[in-house]
């Protein structure tokens, strides 16, 4: 209560305590006293007792049963083997891009060598904690501020090297440290919170503009797919339409043509059929001519068009060419007939 009391009152006092108390000697740091030489000892675990001889390093008493001449020995040093925890104070620094920062961390510590502890440093805490204030500054220049928040196991790291290569003499090893708190002035939060604003807003836009492409791809996918569908639809509807309808259709026309032919066959192979199929061929001959000039405007016309008689008679002709092979097959596959004579067509025709 009365050093809080010196040090609200008068701050002066209260530094030259903190001063006091890292100048302390070290077996103060864990023990309120050292243990007192009565001949025989029992050294706690995870302690080393360093013992001089009449003001001379003696030896180091091993945890157990140990024995001592009283008034030659005296206990001169207690260190603790076990892990050290040390508060590193809150420190200033200034970063690559100048920008200054206030950091504390946590320094984990164990005592290698009790001799070189003992004898090595006077205070080996605040040789610890001093080197790791300074190495920090150093490691806080090398990087940006933005660095600083990505790498601090990184920088951890650098920090623990750097004070084991200079408390090796020490007696001392660093295992590990921390950072605390990193506080960043108010204007530089400030930017820095606008910058990830900036930052969550640009990644909403471009996840909005990602969804809709997306979105608009998977319509246009879909209208492909649809088409697609649609083609092969209809293709197979004209497919079935073409292998039933038509095709029926088509045989239909086939079987009624065929059996016209055949209707037309018997009925010229009746009694003056040939004269009525030869009468047949004429008159579509002469309305060939007539349909010529509905069409178009070109008329392709025989010379002798005016000729009707020997039109008629051309047409005859022709059929009567087209008929007189099948006529004839026709006669040396029946046997002869007794039938009466016919006159030829074309003088029928002519009487007529």
Same mark, same amino acid.
């Given at each position: 209560?009365?050093?809080?009391?010196?040090?609200?009152?008068?701050?002066?006092?209260?530094?030259?305590?903190?001063?006091?108390?890292?100048?302390?000697?070290?077996?103060?740091?864990?023990?309120?006293?050292?243990?007192?030489?009565?001949?025989?000892?029992?050294?706690?675990?995870?302690?080393?007792? $360093?013992?001089?001889?009449?003001?001379?390093?003696?030896?180091?008493?091993?945890?157990?049963?140990?024995?001592?001449?009283?008034?030659?020995?005296?206990?001169?040093?207690?260190?603790?083997?076990?892990?050290?925890?040390?508060?590193?104070?809150?420190?200033?620094? $200034?970063?690559?891009?100048?920008?200054?920062?206030?950091?504390?961390?946590?320094?984990?510590?164990?005592?290698?060598?009790?001799?070189?502890?003992?004898?090595?440093?006077?205070?080996?805490?605040?040789?610890?904690?001093?080197?790791?204030?300074?190495?920090?500054?150093?490691?806080?220049?090398?990087?940006?501020?933005?660095?600083?928040?990505?790498?601090?196991?990184?920088?951890?790291?650098?920090?623990?090297?750097?004070?084991?290569?200079?408390?090796?003499?020490?007696?001392?090893?660093?295992?590990?440290?921390?950072?605390?708190?990193?506080?960043?002035?108010?204007?530089?939060?400030?930017?820095?919170?606008?910058?990830?604003?900036?930052?969550?807003?640009?990644?909403?836009?471009?996840?909005?503009?990602?969804?809709?492409?997306?979105?608009?791809?998977?319509?246009?996918?879909?209208?492909?797919?649809?088409?697609?569908?649609?083609?092969?639809?209809?293709?197979?509807?004209?497919?079935?339409?073409?292998?039933?309808?038509?095709?029926?259709?088509?045989?239909?026309?086939?079987?009624?043509?065929?059996?016209?032919?055949?209707?037309?066959?018997?009925?010229?192979?009746?009694?003056?059929?040939?004269?009525?199929?030869?009468?047949?061929?004429?008159?579509?001959?002469?309305?060939?001519?007539?349909?010529?000039?509905?069409?178009?405007?070109?008329?392709?016309?025989?010379?002798?068009?005016?000729?009707?008689?020997?039109?008629?008679?051309?047409?005859?002709?022709?059929?009567?060419?087209?008929?007189?092979?099948?006529?004839?097959?026709?006669?040396?596959?029946?046997?002869?007939?007794?039938?009466?004579?016919?006159?030829?067509?074309?003088? $029928?025709?002519?009487?007529?």
């Amino acid at each position: 209560q009365l050093s809080q009391s010196w040090s609200v009152s008068f701050p002066q006092h209260s530094q030259q305590l903190k001063r006091a108390a890292w100048l302390a000697p070290a077996p103060c740091r864990w023990n309120s006293g050292l243990p007192m030489n009565i001949g025989v000892l029992f050294v706690p675990q995870q302690e080393a007792w $360093v013992v001089e001889r009449m003001g001379k390093f003696h030896r180091i008493l091993e945890p157990g049963l140990n024995f001592l001449i009283p008034l030659l020995d005296r206990i001169r040093y207690v260190q603790s083997l076990k892990e050290i925890v040390i508060n590193v104070p809150e420190q200033s620094a $200034v970063t690559l891009d100048n920008v200054t920062l206030q950091i504390d961390g946590v320094l984990y510590l164990r005592v290698m060598d009790p001799y070189k502890a003992s004898y090595g440093v006077e205070d080996p805490e605040y040789a610890v904690t001093q080197l790791a204030q300074t190495t920090m500054r150093s490691e806080l220049g090398k990087l940006s501020l933005d660095r600083v928040f990505r790498e601090r196991e990184s920088l951890n790291a650098s920090i623990v090297d750097a004070i084991n290569q200079a408390s090796d003499c020490w007696g001392i090893r660093c295992l590990r440290y921390e950072i605390k708190d990193i506080h960043v002035p108010p204007r530089v939060k400030e930017s820095m919170q606008m910058q990830v604003e900036a930052e969550r807003r640009k990644r909403a836009t471009v996840l909005e503009s990602e969804g809709t492409r997306e979105s608009a791809i998977n319509v246009a996918e879909g209208q492909k797919q649809a088409q697609i569908l649609a083609s092969e639809a209809e293709k197979a509807e004209q497919i079935n339409k073409a292998a039933g309808r038509e095709a029926n259709a088509m045989l239909v026309k086939a079987r009624a043509k065929a059996e016209a032919i055949q209707l037309l066959a018997a009925a010229l192979a009746q009694q003056h059929g040939s004269a009525a199929a030869s009468l047949s061929v004429a008159e579509q001959y002469v309305n060939a001519f007539s349909k010529l000039a509905k069409d178009s405007n070109t008329v392709l016309l025989p010379a002798n068009t005016g000729d009707v008689t020997n039109m008629v008679a051309q047409a005859l002709g022709i059929y009567t060419t087209l008929t007189k092979p099948q006529a004839v097959k026709t006669q040396d596959e029946m046997p002869p007939a007794h039938e009466d004579p016919q006159p030829p067509t074309t003088e $029928v025709l002519k009487a007529e």
